[in-house]
């Protein structure tokens, strides 16, 4: 990193971060890639996203105080499923490939992995989101199969992959 390059930095969500997570899911190429519908009001996000479940890890990335990305964890509730959990994320348009993703999947694997314990961490991504489904490989995410006509998109039906990452579990000595 160069001197004139500021540092991301990552921060669990609180009040302070809502207009800047409206902000983010506002922004069309972002909308675009996720299940939200556009122009979110932050009151939406205001409900949606402060909650004090602790099944629930939401971690934003900040540039300069700015939100820039964002992802959010949940264990399933279920108990016969609650040693997986899945994950949402979207990261500002021009900031994209500059390594913001990789530390909001690491960062969320860690607390998957060693505070909550998940052997399963699952997904699903649009077919032609070619960045995303790469980030996800790179983190150990493998395809599981193809969910046809999944969602809405630009007035038409499209598929999504199915991705999970499951982890292999340390072996008692």
């Known amino acids: 990193m160069t001197a004139t390059e500021s540092v ?10 809502i207009e800047g997570i409206a902000a983010l899911y506002h922004e069309p190429v972002i909308a675009r890639q996720t299940l939200q519908m556009p122009f ?3 009151e939406t996000w205001r409900n949606r996203l402060v909650s004090d479940n602790e099944r629930v890890v939401q971690l934003v990335a900040l540039h300069q105080g700015t939100v820039i990305g964002s992802i959010t964890l949940e264990q399933f509730p279920r108990i016969r499923r609650s040693h997986a959990g899945s994950f949402g994320m979207g990261v500002a348009q021009a900031w994209q490939g500059k390594g913001v993703g990789s530390q909001l999947m690491a960062a969320a694997l860690d607390i998957a992995d060693n505070w909550m314990n998940l052997r399963r961490v699952e997904l699903s991504v649009y077919t032609d989101n070619e960045a995303a489904i790469a980030l996800y490989r ?3 995410f493998e395809t599981e199969g193809v969910f046809r006509d999944y969602a809405v998109r630009d007035g038409v039906f499209v598929d999504t992959l ?3 990452r499951l982890r292999s579990m340390p072996k008692s000595s």
């Open 162 to 164: 199915s991705m999970a």
């Open 8 to 17: 991301i930095t990552l921060e669990r969500l609180n009040e302070s971060h």
């Open 40 to 42: 979110p009001s932050t």
């Open 138 to 140: 790179k983190f150990g």
